[in-house]
């Protein structure tokens, strides 16, 4: 299963918005409405932002936030801050229980 | 919802053998799919498989069919995944997650091979 396609990197400054992309096929993304996205700090656990492709786990702010539109995934920070810079994976539900993650993204807070 | 806790950080030589757990908290553990996710040095994440605690229908990413075993026992929540011979390349940290539903991931553990 291919690896989902994310951008390496983006970066803003605080208080603005970023979108970070996630290109799957119809197998995984278009195909399913169970796309995640997930924050990493360095050292750190993932930490689950975004399920079943736009809601959110209790305590998430609604800063974060997810869509999906044909084969692509995306998710929304808006409001940048400092504490929002990490890593970004989404995932996808691609089918036979199978799960295929993207390649990451590096968010950096300008 | 499932809570899923790990085993702590191996340190083993090339060619031992290793088993690693996650055990799940919670009434649902046996209903959940509980996969494993390897995460390399500095590299992302990679799914490796997944089992139903239930009956142990377990699905092998094909990178990683042959290479690792996946397992649970039912009776304790525990899920395993484990090696017969490693390597040092399978120096790396390793989460289980629950994948479906609202995802509930472990805190990882790092597992080091070095002679």
């Known amino acids: 299963q291919s690896a989902l396609t994310q951008p390496r990197s983006v970066s803003g400054s605080p208080g603005q918005s970023v979108t970070i992309s996630c290109t799957g096929t119809s197998s995984d993304v278009g195909g399913h409405n169970y796309v995640s996205w997930y924050q990493q700090h360095p050292g750190k656990a993932p930490k689950l932002m975004i399920f079943d492709v736009n809601r959110r786990p209790s305590g998430v702010p609604d800063r974060f936030s997810g869509s999906k539109s044909g084969n692509t995934a995306s998710l929304t920070i808006s409001g940048l801050q400092a504490e929002d810079e990490a890593d970004y994976y989404c995932s996808s539900y691609a089918g036979n229980y199978d799960v295929v993650f993207g390649g990451g993204t590096k968010l950096t807070v300008l | 919802e499932v809570q899923l806790v790990q085993s702590g950080a191996e340190v083993k030589k090339p060619g031992e053998s290793l088993k690693i757990s996650c055990k799940g908290s919670?009434?649902?553990?046996?209903?959940?799919?509980i996969g494993w996710v390897r995460q390399m040095p500095g590299k992302g994440l990679e799914w490796m498989g997944i089992i139903f605690p239930a009956d142990s229908d377990t699905r092998y990413s094909p990178s990683f069919q042959g290479q690792v075993t996946i397992s649970a026992d039912k009776s304790i929540s525990t899920a395993y995944l484990q090696w017969s011979s490693l390597r040092a390349s399978d120096s790396a940290m390793y989460y289980c997650?629950?994948?479906?539903?609202?995802?509930?991931w472990g805190q990882g553990t790092l597992v080091t091979v070095s002679s």
């Open positions: 997650a629950s994948p479906f539903g609202e995802p509930a």
């Open positions: 919670g009434h649902s553990f046996t209903t959940n799919w």
